[in-house]
């Protein structure tokens, strides 16, 4: 990852963005990293990746629940009035 101090970076912004389309470059201020600059189809695929890990995060804790809260697709309907309620 290329490191640019937060000076170094405002004078070569133009470098700074060609460089960030292809790998991550980190921004420093008084040393310490500030902030990352990544290309935006990468950060969307990041943020796509993660909401897919939290999906399957929240099936699995679901799975897992010894005492689920579910409903049975015929009262869904019910509740929805999809189906009228038998006698």
């Known amino acids: 990852m290329a490191q640019y101090s937060v000076s170094e970076a405002r004078a070569?912004?133009?470098e700074v963005i060609l460089l960030a389309q292809n790998e991550a470059v980190e921004i420093l201020k008084h040393g310490k990293p500030a902030v990352t600059i990544v290309d935006s189809m990468k950060y969307e695929q990041l943020l796509d990746y993660i909401?897919?890990?939290?999906?399957?995060?929240a099936i699995l804790e679901s799975k897992m629940d010894p005492n689920p809260d579910w409903k049975s697709w015929e009262e869904v309907k019910k509740e929805l009035g999809w189906q009228k309620p038998t006698p």
């Open 12 to 14: 070569k912004i133009n």
């Open 51 to 57: 909401e897919d890990l939290e999906d399957r995060l």
